[in-house]
């Protein structure tokens, strides 16, 4: 069970300001949020919300990370995403009142924040800097879903692959056309991701390797991308005019 710690007004507020969706607001904003937030910490791996759970608050990441995903009726873990501190989720059931999409779960421990569904409504009608960020946030998330969508009606398992491991580099700082993805995703989680196998996935990522894109030290947890413009490449052949 997650606990619920004591925060400050001046903690919450700290806290509070490194969230993407509240970079713009003022201090006397971020207070106004700050007094309707409850808080909770999470261990690693503790479940935060379920599948079909008929809860509406919306949860603000303030540290750690979380997973976004559910599970087919056979049991396969489907991944939607990760999720890390400055994020927030929930905002779906929030808004139109329906049950979870999917489940969450806490990869590390993590602090969270939650919102009411009425006081996020409230927040929403009341300022308008909210409501461009979560309006602009939503679009960027059916965006994304597009494009896996795409990819898993269009794509072969290979270039999935590809596509997935370049977005991982996107959100790494790249310097002289390489960049490292730390910590490593697990083969298992990458398969997930793209729709496939754990052994397609390691022989996919050894031919990369021989071919010089990537390298893996997982002595170190690292994934080491040699060739950000080689693997753009490789993607942008898969997607063709669409890219």
């Known amino acids: 069970m997650p606990t619920t710690p004591i925060i400050s007004l001046e903690r919450a507020i700290a806290l509070l300001s490194n969230i993407k969706d509240f970079k713009d607001l003022s201090l006397a904003d971020l207070e106004v ?8 910490r999470y261990k ?11 809860s509406n608050s919306v949860f603000m990441i303030t540290q ?3 997973r976004v995903n559910y599970y087919s009726m056979s049991g396969k ?20 009142g329906e049950s979870r999409s999917a489940s969450v779960a806490a990869r590390t ?12 409504q409230e927040l929403i009608f009341t300022n308008r800097k909210i409501a461009m960020a979560i309006l602009l946030r939503l679009t960027g998330h059916i965006r994304r879903l597009t494009q896996r969508v795409f990819e898993l009606s269009t794509l072969d398992v290979r270039d999935r692959i590809h596509a997935e491991l370049l977005r991982l580099a996107k959100k790494q700082a790249i310097v002289s056309n390489t960049t490292i993805i730390s910590p490593s995703p697990a083969r298992v989680d990458l ?35 040699l060739d950000v413009a080689r693997l753009t490449e490789m993607v942008k052949s898969a997607y063709g005019s669409l890219y």
């Open 109 to 120: 421990s993590a602090l969270l924040a939650s919102i009411s569904s009425s006081d996020f």
């Open 44 to 54: 690693a791996r503790e479940e935060i919300v379920r599948y079909h759970n008929d």
């Open 77 to 96: 873990e489907v991944i939607l995403c990760d999720l890390s501190s400055g994020e927030i989720f929930g905002e779906l059931t929030a808004i139109d």
């Open 191 to 225: 398969a997930n991701l793209v729709g496939t196998v754990r052994e397609t996935v390691s022989k996919e990522l050894t031919k990369l390797e021989n071919e010089k894109v990537i390298l893996r030290k997982n002595d170190h947890g690292e994934l080491h991308i």
């Open 33 to 40: 949020v700050a007094k309707v937030c409850h808080w909770h």
């Open 64 to 66: 750690g990370e979380v």
